[in-house]
């Protein structure tokens, strides 16, 4: 499921983004951090334009509730180790859910 970005939300460019990736190294912290620290965006608005920049869809605490665990498809020890879990909608279909979205090698795995 791929997100849809309205005209009046934020898009990060890949020049802040690589501003960034200098910040963290400089700072040792993580992309996702500097990123946030330095676009001084509120949480919520922060989530959503990344997730849109990257072409996924945010969710909520409140959307997540809504889902279940597909320790099926990823077991919770690796969700856990990976920092990503498996949901299953209402419908059957599986979301992937990952909290550490420049982390190419964990993105690699889920596939």
Excluded at 10 to 21: C, G, L, M, P, Y
Excluded at 29 to 54: G, I, M, R, Y
Excluded at 63 to 86: E, G, H, M, T, Y
Aim: glycine share 2%; aromatic share 8%.
């Amino acid at each position: 499921m791929n997100a849809v970005v309205s005209p009046n939300e934020q898009i990060i460019s890949a020049k802040e983004i690589a501003a960034a990736r200098k910040l963290a190294a400089e700072s040792h912290t993580s992309l996702v951090e500097a990123l946030e620290k330095q676009l001084a965006l509120a949480p919520n608005d922060f989530v959503t334009a990344l997730a849109h920049s990257l072409f996924y869809t945010p969710m909520s605490m409140v959307d997540l509730n809504r889902l279940q665990p597909a320790f099926d498809v990823i077991s919770f020890k690796d969700a856990f180790k990976q920092k990503c879990l498996a949901l299953h909608d209402n419908s059957g279909n599986i979301i992937m859910v990952i909290g550490v979205p420049f982390n190419e090698p964990l993105l690699a795995w889920a596939q």
